[in-house]
């Protein structure tokens, strides 16, 4: 069955700190793989709420991590789409909340 997206929040930041502790030891694609789950979390809580710009900041650092994911497993073309998406979201709704 699929999680209420209440918790949607709480499961990417879960992601996100497996996806640090991959990149601190080196695993590429484990941190792909958890990036990826952040990212439909983070993505799906953007869709519904789209002008909260403190879950658009969320999408734009979980973006960093993804690309630092992909930095590590040699997809240059495909870290360079997430930090670019991630500096449009930075752009439009700041770094800091």
């Known amino acids: 069955s699929r999680t209420p997206e209440i918790w949607y929040g709480h499961e990417a930041e879960a992601h996100e700190q497996l996806v640090e502790l991959y990149l ?3 695993r590429g694609d484990d941190a792909v793989q ?3 789950s952040a990212l439909t979390r983070r993505r799906a809580l953007t869709r519904r709420e789209p ?3 403190l879950l658009q900041r969320d999408l734009a650092g979980t973006l960093e991590l993804a690309a630092e994911a992909r930095e590590l497993t040699g997809a ?3 870290a360079a789409e997430h930090r670019a998406e991630a500096a449009r979201l930075f752009e439009r709704y700041g770094e800091d909340p």
């Open 24 to 26: 601190a030891l080196g």
């Open 34 to 36: 958890a990036v990826e």
């Open 51 to 53: 002008h909260d710009p």
């Open 76 to 78: 240059l073309d495909k």
